[in-house]
Each structure stands twice: as structure tokens, then as C-alpha cells.
């Protein structure tokens, strides 16, 4: 299936307002997430199952991990001849609000993928809220709506500091964007569809004000521009630091919880790997866990998510924590209420231990 209707837009230079060993040599896009995928995966999932495939994807000055992992976009249908993935140069965020995401200098900028486009409308997405939506019909939605632009939100679960909320008055259409949410609200998900011809027009009318986001700098125009809503009732995870990062992760090892986001008829599609299938040994202890292909489980893992090639020799403990790819976790060694980065080697009969208030984070390569 080949969508007509639309191209794609993906923000992966969005930085985070505080400071994390996650994201010192990578993008918060590229974080990897439950074991095996990456967040820059979800937004490129949902555009290639809704069919689209021409795709922006605004890089972050640290590029080259988000580079690695989705190359031409051959794992997302998007390496063709005609359309496929564009990585597009992003500018640095500076000193923005939060929420900020879809830097009016990043589309001015890149104002040729869309001028060259012969789709009616354009998708955008941002890539630290994840979810698996069907964007099909969202994009149907919006060209029934005759809106210019439509914003996808959700009833807030929880107060949100770093996202934005919709206020919306009569047929749907949005009055206002505010920052932050509270519990109820109408949180906007950073997804949203808009006019090609309508962008264009933006981008020609806010030069003098690229420093601002995009609903930042349209804010006085909604009643002109006409701005619409959709209610999406599914899950949508946000990560905007390490305690989001780890508590949204714990969240997924409820199976009902994570059978809203990986579903079978809109699969979430990541870079191939060829490794093996887990190997348990006898005498190891594997419970209410996520432990990727290639992992060797020798010892105690419980509550915990592995990613791909990560080693637990025997005797060693594994508890409530994330543990990066390939790290070993050596005999008599106990992590409990950690995240652990790529590359590590934790030394035999030694404790790595946080506490659920305060989780310890080890970067990439700290040990070892």
C-alpha cells in the first residue's frame, strides 16, 4: 500500500531540558528502548504502516547513531527510487521552551522537500512520544474535517511539564496551545497533519520569527488558519529524561499495558539483526522480564528489561533495572534499580544499586 495523500516529517533533534549520560553522544531519537527498538522507530513505523513513503527526518548535530540505525530506511520500506528517507540538517535548539519541537528554522530550511512534493498534505511527528496509531485514518479525517491543519491529542493520564495541551472549543477546533499539562487534559502528542500548500504559506509569512516553534509563531492565526482536533484513545508514551525514560520502560512489562503499543496488524519495525535466540542455562531465574535474542542468562534476572547480546553469569543479579546491549554482568555482581548503557562489564561481587526514588544511571562504556 502506497499513500497518495501525504509525506512524512520527523523532528529528531529535539534536546531535552536536562542533562543525561543517555543521550552525551546521542540523540534522545535514538535512545534505545525496550531491548531491541529505538524511539526514532515508532514515528517512522506509524508513517511506513499508514502507507507513506517520503520521509524528512531532521537530524540532531550528534547524527551519527540516528544515521546508523535507520540508514536508507531500508527496515521501513522507505529505500526507493522515487520518495523514500530524506535526512534533512536540523539547527540546535538553544535556550527554547519546553515542548518546543517543531523549530519553524528546521522547515524553513528544509522548505524543498515539501515544494517538490506533489502530496496533498504532510505529516509531522516528533520522536520522544511514542505510540501506534493508524495515521491512515487520521489523514482521512483531516481532508473530511476541510481544516488546514489537525492536531492528534489524548486525555492526559498524568502532569505533564514538557508537553503541551490543546484547548478546544466547538466542532473540535483548537482554540489555543498551552505548556504543560495537568491530569485530563488534552495532550497534545506531537503529531499532527497539515496543508502542504498551507505549510508553504507559513513558511513564507513567519521568516522574520524561525527562532520560534511552529504553534508558537501561527498562535495569533488559529481562527484563520483553522485549526482542527483528533482524539487518539490509545497509549502514548512520553520520555523526556531518565526517570520518565525508566519509568514508562517498567510500565511495558504489564502485557496489557504492552499490547497497546506492539500490535500484530501495525507491526513496530526496527533495524534487522541476525542473532540467536536467548540462551538459559541451567540454574538460571528469569521472571516478569523483556530479554532480547542473543542474551546468555546464567544467573537472577527479575522485573528487568535486556537488550540484545547482554551476558548474566551465574550468581549474578539482575533487578528492576534496563541493561543496554551487550554489557556483562559478571558472577556474584548485583544491579538493582539501574540503567545501564551500552559496552558495559559490571566487575564480579560488585553492586551497582539505586534506589526506586533516585535510579543510577552508568553511560555507554563507563565500566569495563
Same mark, same amino acid.
Given at each position: @500500500?502506497?499513500?497518495?495523500?501525504?509525506?512524512?516529517?520527523?523532528?529528531?533533534? *529535539?534536546?531535552?531540558?536536562?542533562?543525561?549520560? +543517555?543521550?552525551?553522544?546521542?540523540?534522545?531519537?535514538?535512545?534505545?528502548?525496550?531491548?531491541?527498538?529505538? +524511539?526514532?522507530?515508532?514515528?517512522?513505523?506509524? @508513517?511506513?504502516?499508514?502507507?507513506?513513503?517520503?520521509?524528512?527526518?531532521?537530524?540532531?548535530?550528534?547524527?551519527?547513531?540516528?544515521?546508523?540505525?535507520?540508514?536508507?530506511?531500508?527496515?521501513?520500506?522507505?529505500?526507493?527510487?522515487?520518495?523514500?528517507?530524506?535526512?534533512?540538517?536540523?539547527?540546535?535548539?538553544?535556550?527554547?521552551?519546553?515542548?518546543?519541537?517543531?523549530?519553524?528554522?528546521?522547515?524553513?530550511?528544509?522548505?524543498?522537500?515539501?515544494?517538490?512534493?506533489?502530496?496533498?498534505?504532510?505529516?509531522? @511527528?516528533?520522536?520522544?512520544?511514542?505510540?501506534? #496509531?493508524?495515521? !491512515? /485514518?487520521?489523514? !482521512?479525517?483531516?481532508?473530511?474535517?476541510?481544516?488546514?491543519?489537525?492536531?492528534? *491529542?489524548?486525555?492526559? /493520564?498524568?502532569?505533564?511539564?514538557? &508537553?503541551?495541551?490543546?484547548?478546544?472549543?466547538?466542532?473540535?477546533?483548537?482554540?489555543?496551545?498551552?505548556?504543560? &499539562?495537568?491530569?485530563?487534559?488534552?495532550?497534545?502528542?506531537?503529531?499532527? $497533519?497539515?496543508?502542504?500548500?498551507?505549510?508553504?504559506?507559513?513558511?513564507?509569512?513567519?521568516?522574520?520569527?524561525?527562532?520560534?516553534? #511552529?504553534?508558537? %509563531?501561527?498562535?495569533?492565526?488559529?481562527?484563520?488558519?483553522?485549526?482542527?482536533? *483528533?482524539?487518539?484513545?490509545?497509549?502514548?508514551?512520553?520520555?523526556? !529524561?531518565?526517570?520518565?525514560?525508566?519509568?514508562?520502560?517498567? /510500565?511495558?512489562?504489564?502485557?496489557?499495558?504492552?499490547?497497546?503499543?506492539?500490535?500484530?496488524?501495525? =507491526?513496530?519495525?526496527?533495524?534487522?539483526?541476525?542473532? =540467536?535466540?536467548?540462551?538459559?542455562?541451567?540454574?538460571?531465574?528469569?521472571?516478569?522480564?523483556?530479554?532480547? %535474542?542473543? &542474551?546468555?542468562?546464567?544467573?537472577?534476572?527479575?522485573?528487568?528489561?535486556?537488550?540484545?547480546?547482554?551476558?548474566?553469569?551465574?550468581?549474578?543479579? $539482575?533487578?528492576?533495572?534496563?541493561?543496554?546491549?551487550? &554489557?556483562?554482568?559478571?558472577?556474584?555482581?548485583? $544491579?538493582?534499580?539501574?540503567?545501564?548503557?551500552?559496552?558495559?562489564?559490571?566487575? %564480579?561481587?560488585? /553492586?551497582?544499586?539505586?534506589? =526506586?526514588?533516585?535510579?543510577? $544511571?552508568?553511560?555507554?562504556?563507563? @565500566?569495563?
Amino acid at each position: @500500500m502506497i499513500n497518495n495523500k501525504a509525506i512524512g516529517y520527523i523532528t529528531a533533534n *529535539y534536546a531535552g531540558t536536562e542533562k543525561s549520560a +543517555l543521550v552525551e553522544n546521542r540523540s534522545i531519537a535514538s535512545v534505545p528502548f525496550i531491548g531491541r527498538y529505538r +524511539l526514532i522507530d515508532f514515528p517512522l513505523s506509524n @508513517m511506513a504502516n499508514a502507507g507513506i513513503r517520503t520521509v524528512g527526518l531532521v537530524l540532531p548535530g550528534n547524527w551519527r547513531s540516528i544515521l546508523d540505525h535507520v540508514g536508507h530506511g531500508k527496515d521501513w520500506m522507505l529505500d526507493r527510487k522515487k520518495g523514500g528517507l530524506f535526512p534533512v540538517p536540523g539547527n540546535p535548539y538553544g535556550t527554547t521552551k519546553q515542548g518546543m519541537r517543531f523549530l519553524l528554522r528546521d522547515i524553513i530550511s528544509n522548505k524543498e522537500l515539501f515544494q517538490r512534493s506533489d502530496k496533498p498534505y504532510v505529516v509531522m @511527528m516528533a520522536s520522544n512520544i511514542i505510540f501506534n #496509531l493508524e495515521l !491512515d /485514518e487520521i489523514i !482521512d479525517a483531516h481532508e473530511r474535517s476541510g481544516a488546514g491543519l489537525t492536531m492528534v *491529542y489524548v486525555k492526559a /493520564e498524568r502532569k505533564h511539564t514538557d &508537553c503541551s495541551r490543546l484547548i478546544i472549543g466547538d466542532r473540535g477546533r483548537v482554540q489555543k496551545v498551552e505548556p504543560g &499539562c495537568e491530569y485530563g487534559d488534552n495532550k497534545f502528542i506531537d503529531c499532527f $497533519v497539515v496543508n502542504r500548500d498551507l505549510l508553504l504559506q507559513i513558511i513564507e509569512r513567519y521568516q522574520s520569527a524561525d527562532y520560534l516553534d #511552529l504553534f508558537e %509563531a501561527i498562535a495569533g492565526d488559529f481562527g484563520l488558519i483553522d485549526v482542527c482536533s *483528533y482524539e487518539f484513545k490509545g497509549l502514548a508514551i512520553g520520555i523526556f !529524561d531518565e526517570r520518565t525514560y525508566y519509568d514508562r520502560s517498567m /510500565e511495558l512489562l504489564n502485557p496489557d499495558v504492552a499490547d497497546q503499543l506492539f500490535r500484530r496488524d501495525r =507491526p513496530i519495525m526496527t533495524k534487522a539483526h541476525d542473532a =540467536p535466540p536467548a540462551k538459559y542455562f541451567t540454574g538460571s531465574n528469569a521472571t516478569n522480564s523483556l530479554i532480547s %535474542a542473543g &542474551c546468555e542468562i546464567q544467573g537472577t534476572v527479575r522485573g528487568s528489561i535486556l537488550a540484545r547480546g547482554v551476558v548474566v553469569e551465574s550468581g549474578a543479579n $539482575v533487578t528492576n533495572s534496563i541493561i543496554m546491549q551487550s &554489557c556483562v554482568i559478571k558472577s556474584g555482581a548485583r $544491579v538493582e534499580n539501574a540503567i545501564l548503557d551500552k559496552g558495559n562489564t559490571v566487575p %564480579a561481587n560488585t /553492586e551497582l544499586r539505586g534506589t =526506586p526514588d533516585s535510579i543510577l $544511571v552508568v553511560g555507554k562504556n563507563q @565500566m569495563g
